[in-house]
T-cell receptor, first 113, second 113 residues
Framework: DTGVSQNPRHKITKRGQNVTFRCDPISEHNRLYWYRQTLGQGPEFLTYFQNEAQLEKSRLLSDRFSAERPKGSFSTLEIQRTEQGDSAMYLC???????????FGPGTRLTVL | AQTVTQSQPEMSVQEAETVTLSCTYDTSESDYYLFWYKQPPSRQMILVIRQEAYKQQNATENRFSVNFQKAAKSFSLKISDSQLGDAAMYFCASQGGSEKLVFGKGTKLTVNP
């Protein structure tokens, strides 16, 4: 297994457009996490899934954000009507569960013009 | 709520010498975990070391060790025999009561040859 993968690696969009990111976790991992990292800050938790169930969402996840993991494998994070403040690195991680190590992907860097 | 504070935005060390990165945290959980993650430039985040709060013995992984002071809520990382490849952002993180990781703002470590 090659680890957690994320696509695209970079996305440039104009304000007001919708964007969608994809995360493919390590195959046997049932937990999948999304974090956002802005410049000069540590990652901030957005949401996580156990299989296809979304178990926790941060207050950071506004109505414009939606995440899915329809078959308990890959996940998508969609941002509608993007704003300049959405510019950040979006990180995905996966784990076997609970307090097991979270393995991170390389991230998707979003730039909103 | 959990908080993690890293008071050193940047640190530098000479190759082969020892450096200590500081971290303090706050949590109301009685059962929690602490982590140090490394994020090399343009590369994904990897786990360096983890500590279960109920364990009194400090965790060690090769050249990396922690000084866990539970009463003081302090969790510092010591890197011995520093190598050029240790240059990276280092993030302290906590996990307790939820599967999400709460990160500090990070410390940028430079290793001078």
């Amino acid at each position: 297994d090659t680890g957690v993968s994320q696509n695209p690696r970079h996305k440039i969009t104009k304000r007001g457009q919708n964007v969608t990111f994809r995360c493919d976790p390590i195959s046997e991992h049932n937990r999948l996490y999304w974090y956002r990292q802005t410049l000069g800050q540590g990652p901030e938790f957005l949401t996580y899934f156990q299989n296809e169930a979304q178990l926790e969402k941060s207050r950071l996840l506004s109505d414009r954000f939606s995440a899915e993991r329809p078959k308990g494998s890959f996940s998508t994070l969609e941002i509608q009507r993007t704003e300049q403040g959405d510019s950040a690195m979006y990180l995905c991680a996966s784990s076997l569960g609970g307090t097991d190590e979270q393995f991170f992907g390389p991230g998707t860097r979003l730039t909103v013009l | 709520a959990q908080t993690v504070t890293q008071s050193q935005p940047e640190m530098s060390v000479q190759e082969a010498e020892t450096v200590t990165l500081s971290c303090t945290y706050d949590t109301s959980e009685s059962d929690y975990y602490l982590f140090w993650y490394k994020q090399p430039p343009s590369r994904q985040m990897i786990l360096v070391i983890r500590q279960e709060a109920y364990k009194q013995q400090n965790a060690t992984e090769n050249r990396f060790s922690v000084n866990f002071q539970k009463a003081a809520k302090s969790f510092s990382l010591k890197i011995s025999d520093s190598q050029l490849g240790d240059a990276a952002m280092y993030f302290c993180a906590s996990q307790g009561g939820s599967e999400k990781l709460v990160f500090g703002k990070g410390t940028k470590l430079t290793v001078n040859p």
